[in-house]
């Protein structure tokens, strides 16, 4: 009973706490300030207008704010139009009122309980003046004396146009447009035929409002500058010959005049177009024959005169009419004095030209070869492609009835096709002075025979026989970059460039994609091609595949589908890059170089990716490496006897910085290894490049080892060992430092690797250089390619393959059954007939076997929870949840299964569900829980938690918040936040209110 009594109090005291809170805030919000106006737009006074045309006025929208919720009343010239209940934001508008023109009072009253504010708007509305526009022409206006113009206005509203013209002196009306929304004005005589400055303006006057708007012009009218004659033809001093046909004068004139032509001072009548008046344009006159011809000699004035009301101009030419002397020739090409030289079989042609017609004679060392008569000014021409080897004189002369001219002579030299270029040897007397040699006739330079690309050379010019010496200058060496195509010629094509007789990297064509344009050649910078080649090489995974520089590719692992590879790339050792990469796509490793940003050091295509049950393996198809190093170049640097005179994304220029001296018997190092050899012989100059290779330690000659990149484990393959073009007989052969023989007189060793992996093959022989190379070693174990599990009755697809390529033939076995052989495409496909776990073999004679696991899934039915869900998760005792389960059958035939409810252990509901294949269905359940705690819910064996809380009413949360409630409000009342008015009955009340409290709280 007690507690019964404490709980009955403390309710009491909860219920009294919740009223005086209430109490509280209904005190304090009744004594708040009165609602004040915010922000009124738009600022007063306001002014809007009226389209007279229309009657329709601006829109206007007037508002307030508000801070604290009101009643808002709007007025219109004192009355009452509009009005919002409890509103901290108010707006208004008038549609009546935008279109009334006149003077209106706008008030707004905003009021409430705690009092009342307004704010109040003067409105004016007008209606608008016309609105101007199409003026034209644009001023200020300039005109000539009679020139006739027009001057043009348009309105937005139906107005009189009245139109002044002010002189300076008086301001006229001229003109009115009554009831237009349009108008034009054109002067009259009297104002376009006097020079002045005027003034046009336009008034426009809207006769319902009243309202005006105006425009105006600045005109000027000038007087006509006096014509003037252009263009003369044909030009003066004009020369003409006896006989020749009258020629024909013609000139320009800018305006209408009257005109006039006069021979000598003698105006000439004979035609009426030669005296005309009026015209413009152009103006053209054949002279009389009576006055002026061309039957003798004689030199005569022809004159051209043009006048009117503006003035007058004219133009006189100079006629000579000459007597006809002996042709002369008047031009001529090649126009030089200088020797013609021309390349043995190659077509020269030549050619003169007379001033009169004429017979052009061809004579050749003395000898007529051609002739052939042309008018007067046309070119009489020579082609020839025949001449011998040698010098030769080539004359030409024009002769007619009046005489013969003067010939015109010619050198021409006629050189063998080796002359300029071609010879491997430059010979005194035989070659020219100025001599290329290029990729066709120097072996030394770069060049790739597949794409027939090679662009180095070097010219030597102006070559000083009798000083036996080239100047400064006079060398020049050249080179620019070239595609070639890629080994692998799938990736497509990059540029390469020859220098100093050897090949470098110049930038990539982003072939193959991925590798972008980055030409290190724009920074000067040169990179070897260490690889380029499309061997296939089989590396198993935990191998390597070894490049160039210390890299190797490391295959790490093959994913579970078989379809990528993880490569790692390592460097003398550390690694320097992991990526996947998948079939039929490429690794590329890229990297900074000077600066070369991101420059790709290493392409490898992935041709395909195999897992098996033994053995993980990737073909590679395509290896291209250029050198992390590189050589620079760059302008006023020295390459022996060359200094860079340009570099660039599109060439690189060498030239010689000094004179070098061909003396007899000298070797001259001019450019990397490519060196001058100049005969022993002082009594004739002959010289050639070539290309020097340093001897090696103690006199050896160079050696290479030339063997597939990759075989196969137990394949016999050829070592062969040469120098240079020979091959070298009795080499000593090491495989992985073992002696495995010698080469033969052929310079091979035939020899069949017994261990997979990769191996170094090492060549030795007295007198030569030692030589190297690695080899991979690869198994012919078969591929097998099949699925891991198939349903029974679903057709077994199976492929077999060896580093990526098909093998027909081959026996495949289910268990100890032959179930068929691979066809052409090295697949067989078979239905197996009853279910369980097999082995899948691939077998060949010559090759490895190889096998997998295969599964045949026979008909079944399995019915499974998917989801499970229980709501709500948290419940008071005494309620339910609803449980809802999806079941799914993920068998292949119809089944039925019963499921099963369990709470905390214990079977509450089952249920038996049959469901088709792949169908599912929803099972709902609900639960009433009566025991506080958490439950275990279990539905076919999916699990799920439930949350039973107690039902008691949670008391001290109430008084809590109702405590606090009051409190908050007390507080704010005493720190004055809420104001309760000075001397009022609220600090009684507040008093109270805080006594209350404190006696319930001792209770």
């Known amino acids: 009973m007690e507690r019964d009594g404490r709980k009955m109090r403390v309710h009491r005291a909860a219920l009294l706490l919740m009223g005086l809170a209430f109490v509280g805030l209904v005190l304090a919000l009744g004594v708040v300030a009165a609602?004040?106006?915010?922000?009124?737009?738009?600022?007063?006074?306001?002014?809007?207008?009226?389209?007279?045309?229309?009657?329709?006025?601006?829109?206007?929208?007037?508002?307030?704010?508000?801070?604290?919720?009101?009643?808002?009343?709007?007025?219109?010239?004192?009355?009452?139009?509009?009005?919002?209940?409890?509103?901290?934001?108010?707006?208004?508008?008038?549609?009546?009122?935008?279109?009334?023109?006149?003077?209106?009072?706008?008030?707004?009253?905003?009021?409430?309980?705690?009092?009342?504010?307004?704010?109040?708007?003067?409105?004016?509305?007008?209606?608008?003046?016309?609105?101007?526009?199409?003026?034209?022409?644009?001023?200020?206006?300039?005109?000539?004396?009679?020139?006739?113009?027009?001057?043009?206005?348009?309105?937005?509203?139906?107005?009189?146009?009245?139109?002044?013209?002010?002189?300076?002196?008086?301001?006229?009306?001229?003109?009115?447009n009554t009831a237009a929304t349009s108008a034009s004005y054109t002067p009259s005589s009297s104002y376009t035929s006097t020079p002045g400055t005027y003034t046009v303006s336009v008034v426009a006057t809207n006769p319902t409002t009243g309202l005006s708007s105006s425009e105006?012009?600045?005109?000027?009218?000038?007087?006509?500058?006096?014509?003037?004659?252009?263009?003369?033809?044909?030009?003066?001093?004009?020369?003409?010959?006896?006989?020749?046909?009258?020629?024909?004068?013609?000139?320009?004139?800018?305006?209408?005049v009257n005109v006039s032509w006069w021979v000598n001072g003698r105006q000439d009548t004979s035609d009426p177009a030669y005296n005309a008046t009026g015209v413009s344009g152009t103006l053209s006159y054949t002279p009389d024959t009576a006055l002026a011809n061309t039957s003798s000699p004689a030199t005569y004035t022809i004159e051209v005169r043009v006048e009117n009301a503006n003035g007058s101009d004219s133009y006189s030419w100079t006629w000579n009419v000459l007597a006809w002397g002996a042709p002369a020739i008047i031009d001529h090409y090649p126009n030089t004095t200088s020797t013609i030289t021309s390349i043995e079989g190659a077509t020269v042609e030549l050619g003169i030209k007379a001033n009169q017609t004429a017979t052009i004679y061809w004579v050749i060392d003395g000898t007529p070869v051609s002739s052939g008569t042309v008018a007067a000014g046309e070119w009489g021409r020579l082609i020839k492609s025949d001449l011998a080897i040698g010098t030769h004189t080539v004359s030409a002369y024009a002769s007619n009835s009046n005489g013969t001219s003067s010939p015109n002579n010619w050198t021409w030299k006629v050189v063998p096709k080796t002359y300029f270029t071609g010879d491997s040897v430059w010979r005194q007397g035989e070659n020219s002075p100025t001599y290329t040699w290029?990729?066709?006739?120097?072996?030394?330079?770069?060049?790739?025979?597949?794409d027939d690309v090679g662009s180095e050379q070097i010219v030597f010019k102006n070559i000083d026989v009798a000083g036996r010496k080239v100047a400064k200058g006079d060398i020049v060496y050249t080179t620019s970059p070239s595609q070639v195509h890629y080994n692998y010629s799938t990736w497509g094509k990059y540029e390469v460039i020859g220098f100093m007789a050897d090949k470098y990297f110049a930038g990539y064509l982003d072939m193959p994609n991925g590798t972008g344009t980055e030409n290190p050649l724009s920074s000067g910078q040169l990179h070897k091609v260490l690889m380029d080649d499309d061997a296939k090489r089989s590396v198993y995974v935990g191998s390597s595949l070894p490049l160039k520089e210390g890299y190797e590719l490391f295959v790490k692992e093959v994913d579970i589908n078989g379809n990528r590879a993880l490569l790692e790339l390592r460097k003398d050792g550390e690694v320097v890059d992991t990526d996947f990469v998948a079939s039929d796509d490429d690794y590329i490793y890229t990297k900074d170089v000077g600066s070369a940003d991101d420059l790709p050091l290493i392409i490898v295509r992935v041709g395909s990716v195999f897992r098996g049950t033994e053995t993980n393996v990737v073909l590679i198809e395509g290896i291209f490496q250029i050198s992390e190093s590189?050589?620079?170049?760059?302008?006023?640097?020295?390459?022996?006897?060359?200094?860079?005179?340009?570099?660039?994304?599109?060439?690189?220029?060498?030239?010689?910085?000094?004179?070098?001296?061909?003396?007899?018997?000298?070797?001259?190092?001019?450019?990397?290894?490519?060196?001058?050899?100049?005969?022993?012989?002082?009594?004739?100059?002959?010289?050639?490049?070539?290309?020097?290779?340093?001897?090696?330690?103690?006199?050896a000659l160079p050696m290479s080892v030339d063997v597939p990149p990759t075989v196969s484990k137990g394949e016999q393959i050829p070592i062969h060992v040469v120098s240079g073009l020979s091959d070298v007989e009795g080499a000593s052969i090491f495989y992985d430092g073992e002696l495995i023989g010698t080469t033969n007189a052929s310079g091979v060793l035939l020899y069949t690797p017994t261990e997979l992996g990769n191996h170094t093959i090492e060549a030795r022989r007295y007198g030569y250089a030692p030589a190297s190379t690695e080899i991979?070693?690869?198994?012919?174990?078969?591929?097998?390619?099949?699925?891991?599990?198939?349903?029974?009755?679903?057709?077994?697809?199976?492929?077999?393959?060896?580093?990526?390529?098909?093998?027909?033939?081959?026996?495949?076995?289910?268990?100890?059954?032959?179930?068929?052989?691979?066809?052409?495409?090295?697949?067989?496909?078979?239905?197996?007939?009853?279910?369980?776990?097999?082995?899948?073999?691939?077998?060949?004679?010559?090759?490895?076997?190889?096998?997998?696991?295969?599964?045949?899934?026979?008909?079944?039915?399995?019915?499974?929870?998917?989801?499970?869900?229980?709501?709500?998760?948290?419940?008071?005792?005494?309620?339910?949840?609803?449980?809802?389960?999806?079941?799914?059958?993920?068998?292949?035939?119809?089944g039925t299964e019963l499921i099963e409810i369990k709470l905390d252990g214990?079977?509450?509901?089952?249920?038996?569900i049959t469901l088709a294949p792949g169908e599912s269905t929803t099972l709902t359940y609900a639960q009433k829980l009566n025991e506080e705690g958490t439950h275990v819910l279990d539905v076919g064996g999916t699990i799920a938690t439930i949350t039973v809380e107690g039902s008691g009413f949670p008391l001290g949360g109430v008084i809590g918040a109702v405590v606090g409630a009051g409190v908050v409000v007390l507080v704010l009342i005493a720190k004055g936040i809420i104001p309760l008015g000075a001397g009022g009955k609220g600090g009684e009340i507040a008093e109270r209110i805080r006594e209350l409290i404190s006696r319930m709280l001792r209770r």
Do not use: C
């Open 438 to 450: 290029t990729t066709q006739s120097f072996a030394g330079f770069y060049y790739d025979i597949d």
């Open 630 to 699: 590189y050589t620079s170049v760059e302008s006023g640097q020295d390459f022996k006897e060359m200094e860079v005179v340009g570099v660039g994304s599109g060439s690189i220029t060498l030239e010689n910085p000094s004179s070098i001296s061909l003396s007899a018997g000298k070797d001259i190092d001019i450019l990397g290894d490519v060196w001058i050899r100049v005969a022993d012989d002082s009594s004739a100059l002959r010289y050639y490049p070539f290309v020097k290779i340093e001897e090696l330690v103690g006199g």
């Open 906 to 912: 214990e079977v509450v509901h089952q249920e038996n």
């Open 776 to 894: 991979v070693v690869t198994n012919a174990t078969l591929e097998i390619m099949a699925p891991s599990s198939i349903d029974l009755g679903e057709t077994l697809v199976v492929r077999v393959g060896l580093e990526g390529r098909p093998v027909e033939n081959a026996t495949i076995k289910l268990d100890d059954t032959v179930i068929g052989h691979t066809d052409a495409s090295g697949t067989l496909t078979y239905v197996p007939e009853s279910a369980g776990r097999f082995t899948l073999r691939a077998e060949k004679p010559g090759y490895i076997s190889n096998s997998t696991s295969l599964e045949v899934v026979g008909p079944y039915a399995e019915l499974v929870v998917s989801s499970l869900s229980v709501e709500p998760k948290v419940v008071k005792a005494g309620k339910s949840v609803e449980v809802r389960a999806t079941i799914v059958n993920n068998g292949n035939i119809e």
């Open 35 to 176: 609602p004040a106006i915010l922000s009124p737009a738009p600022a007063t006074p306001v002014q809007t207008f009226v389209d007279p045309n229309t009657g329709v006025g601006d829109a206007l929208m007037f508002s307030i704010g508000i801070n604290e919720s009101a009643n808002v009343s709007w007025y219109v010239n004192g009355t009452l139009d509009a009005a919002a209940n409890q509103t901290t934001y108010a707006t208004y508008s008038n549609a009546t009122l935008q279109n009334t023109v006149g003077v209106h009072t706008i008030m707004v009253e905003v009021s409430n309980a705690n009092g009342t504010d307004n704010h109040t708007w003067m409105w004016t509305v007008s209606y608008a003046p016309p609105h101007l526009t199409g003026k034209s022409p644009q001023s200020p206006v300039s005109t000539t004396t009679g020139q006739a113009i027009e001057f043009n206005i348009t309105s937005n509203q139906t107005v009189d146009f009245t139109w002044y013209v002010d002189n300076g002196t008086t301001n006229t009306r001229v003109q009115t």
């Open 216 to 256: 105006s012009w600045a005109w000027t009218v000038s007087p006509p500058s006096a014509p003037s004659l252009s263009n003369p033809s044909p030009s003066s001093p004009l020369q003409s010959y006896v006989g020749d046909p009258q020629p024909t004068f013609s000139i320009d004139v800018d305006q209408n």
